[in-house]
């Protein structure tokens, strides 16, 4: 059976990653249906797909009951009434990260989808990538011993673009924190679980619009570790590293770009037991105890759209789901908050 998808927002991300990459490839998928209110963009998606049917109307979009699933990947300040729509329509979604402006608009996007029995997922499609799960799988079976420390890096070069929603809070609802530091969020609560105070530092230290173009943050997780946070949006693309480091009592594992749209990168661990005692673990080089952790690589925007699949399948929640993606807007307002007052903020468990 092919699941028959829709698309609202053609342009972007969608005609970028998620319909080349994740819909057209599946052969569980078929693009039955495309929507943007820009009608020359949308005539030009629509023939580049080969996609029968285009429309600049929402309601138009939802009333074709042959439609299954809806892929929203518009500007994030349309997104509650767009998926709202779409779950009481009765179309299973996948929405464009973050979920949101605010953690409330979350909340009733993903009431709409529950009292509608539809599935709800959520574009971190980071918690694909092959080798997160393996670092996961890697933290649930001991191997790093007790995880006390982990950090994300992730920043690329974004400049003053007139019009770009992003850059605008009213559409875009924040900067570098709520468009990068969400997938970070995201990941070190996959890894370390639970997030119960932060501490943050949001700013605009070199573009002149209205959101922060740099965010620091300091999470402090349920079990006692800690997590740290860099996004920029001031840093040239080809300077980027996008790193991720998990630090425990027996050793770390450093990655290098497996944060990013990408399924490719390098993980490293360097994994030594202090247990056979202090003069013993010191008389091992760092190159004896390293090791590379292999995982064979899958597209992230594939793996999200037919992990979705899986889940109406088998009736079970996504691991990216609505849910999931309020947690993360509560702590991106909980950060936004400890920015503005310099004071630490608790977000409960």
């Known amino acids: 059976m092919a699941w028959k998808w829709s698309v609202i927002g053609a342009g972007g991300i969608a005609d970028r990653r998620t319909i080349p990459e994740g819909i057209i490839p599946s052969g569980r998928c078929e693009l039955a249906a495309v929507m943007d209110v820009n009608e020359q963009l949308l005539g030009d998606v629509a023939r580049k797909y080969g ?4 429309t600049t109307d929402l309601e138009e979009l939802l009333s074709w009951a042959d439609v299954q699933v809806v892929y929203v990947a518009t500007p994030v300040y349309l997104h509650p009434q767009q998926a709202i729509a779409a779950a009481e329509a009765g179309k ?3 929405c464009e990260k973050p979920l949101a402006i605010t953690a409330a608009d979350c909340r009733r996007i993903t009431d709409a989808a529950e009292a509608n029995g539809v599935k709800l997922a959520v574009g971190y499609m980071m918690r694909f990538h092959s080798l997160h799960r393996r670092l996961a799988e890697m933290i649930k079976a001991g191997d790093l ?3 006390v420390l982990a950090r994300t890096n992730f920043t690329c070069w974004y400049p003053e673009m007139p019009g770009a929603w992003r850059q605008n ?9 709520l468009d990068l530091g ?14 119960e105070s932060v501490c943050a530092h949001a700013d605009t230290v070199t573009f002149s619009y209205p959101v922060d173009d740099i965010a620091t943050l300091l999470l402090k997780f ?9 996004v920029c949006f001031n840093v040239p693309d080809a300077a980027a590293q996008n790193l991720l480091e998990v630090y425990g009592t027996k050793g770390s594992v450093i990655a290098d770009h497996t944060i990013g749209q990408e399924p490719g990168g390098s993980m490293v661990a360097y994994l030594s037991d202090q247990s056979a005692g202090y003069d013993a673990a010191q008389a091992r080089s760092r190159e004896d105890i390293a090791h590379r952790i292999e995982a064979p690589p899958l597209n ?3 793996a999200e759209v037919e992990h979705l699949l899986d889940c109406i399948e088998q009736d079970r929640e996504p691991i990216n789901s ?8 509560e702590i991106v307002e909980a950060a936004y908050e400890s920015s503005r007052t310099g004071a630490r903020q608790e977000v409960g468990v």
């Not at 809070?169 to 924190?177: D, I, N, Q, S």
């Not at 969400?182 to 997030?195: F, S």
């Not at 349920?222 to 740290?228: L, V």
């Open 92 to 94: 299973h979604i996948l």
């Open 300 to 302: 992230l925007y594939r």
């Open 182 to 195: 969400t997938h970070c969020i995201d990941l070190l609560r996959m890894l370390l679980g639970e997030v």
């Open 322 to 329: 609505g849910a999931e993606a309020t947690r993360v807007q």
């Open 145 to 147: 011993g007790q995880p």
């Open 51 to 54: 996609c029968a049917r285009a």
């Open 169 to 177: 809070p009213e559409r875009g609802g924040g900067g570098a924190l």
């Open 222 to 230: 349920a079990s006692g570790a800690r997590g740290i946070v860099d």
